[in-house]
């Protein structure tokens, strides 16, 4: 499938918040401020600036390996309900895209959730399954792309399965 594999990044500057929540746990919420991104209400502030700092580098590399479907995720994709959800408020809203429809799709209200599902592995690569609103298909994003987002919302790692899909 031929569809943009950079939807999911964002660049640092660009966000005012992020709340990444688990499937089964507390939402984390992560402000942006003249000095990166901060955690608020961190009892640990060393760690949690540690955190902060891999959310904002994932956020901005978070580029998918490849589309893997068209339409509504299938249930092998994990994404019904999400692993993880990210959701990333816009600090201002974004370039209008390129002449032809090129750039990535518009956010609706300065905003946009991305939904990390199910661990596979793609053209020998381990990844997990993800989806952007406004975006109709299912893509596959490297999980090392991933595990700073995982890692900060308190997520578990899901092992791919043996052999190709």
């Known amino acids: 499938l031929l569809l943009r594999r950079d939807v999911f990044a ?4 660009d966000v005012a918040r992020v709340t990444l929540t688990p499937a089964n746990g507390k939402p984390v919420v992560f402000e942006a401020s003249p000095g990166g991104f901060t955690v608020a209400g ?4 060393a760690s949690a600036t540690a955190a902060a700092a891999g959310v904002r580098d994932a956020l901005a590399d978070l580029r998918a390996e490849g589309a893997v479907a068209l339409g509504k995720p299938e249930q ?4 019904t309900p999400p692993r ?4 990333v408020d816009l600090a201002r809203p974004p370039a209008a895209p390129a002449a032809g429809g090129a750039g990535a799709p518009r956010p609706p209200g300065g905003s ?3 939904a990390i599902g199910a661990g596979d592995a793609f053209r020998g690569t381990n990844v997990v399954y993800a989806r952007r609103d406004g975006v109709n298909a299912v893509y596959a ?3 090392s792309r991933v595990r700073p ?3 900060a919302a308190g997520v578990a790692a899901a092992a791919a399965p ?4």
């Open 42 to 45: 961190a009892a640990d502030q």
């Open 10 to 13: 964002v660049a640092p500057e």
């Open 149 to 151: 987002l995982l890692d």
């Open 112 to 114: 946009f959730t991305i």
């Open 162 to 165: 043996a052999g190709p899909r």
């Open 84 to 87: 993880l959800r990210i959701a």
């Open 76 to 79: 092998h994709h994990g994404l």
């Open 141 to 143: 994003i490297a999980q």
